[in-house]
């Protein structure tokens, strides 16, 4: 059994930082990719970053330049940090764990609400 826990979620001004940070428990083994997808309200989900367990990352266009996603191997963590936040952020952010099974397991986050105001 896989836990993750998500939190740094909020209200936020146009302009501002969030960091969230995501972290996962239990039977982890050996975590493979970790991400952040977001979800805004009539919208598919979609990818805004992920990061290898070698540290590789990608980022969706709209968060080039403004956000960074990192992790910490030691303690099963991804973070995001978000910033220049725009309205268009607003979403609840969920993270993905991929973890080094065969077949590999995949394992999402409850989700936490960003709201950016203008």
């Known amino acids: 059994q896989v836990q993750l826990v998500e939190s740094g979620g909020g209200l936020v001004q146009a302009g501002g930082s969030l960091r969230l940070s995501c972290a996962a428990s239990?039977?982890?083994?050996?975590?493979?990719?970790m991400g952040w997808f977001r979800q805004a309200p009539g919208k598919e989900r979609e990818l805004v970053a992920t990061?290898?367990?070698?540290?590789?990352?990608t980022y969706v266009d709209s968060a080039k330049g403004r956000f960074a996603i990192s992790r910490d191997n030691a303690k099963n963590t991804v973070y995001l940090q978000m910033n220049s936040l725009k309205p268009e952020d607003t979403a609840v952010y969920f993270c993905?764990?991929?973890?080094?099974?065969?077949?590999?397991?995949?394992?999402w986050g409850q989700g936490t609400q960003v709201t950016v105001s203008s």
């Open positions: 239990g039977s982890i083994g050996s975590v493979n990719t």
């Open positions: 990061v290898t367990s070698g540290g590789t990352t």
């Open positions: 993905k764990v991929i973890i080094s099974t065969f077949p590999p397991r995949v394992h």
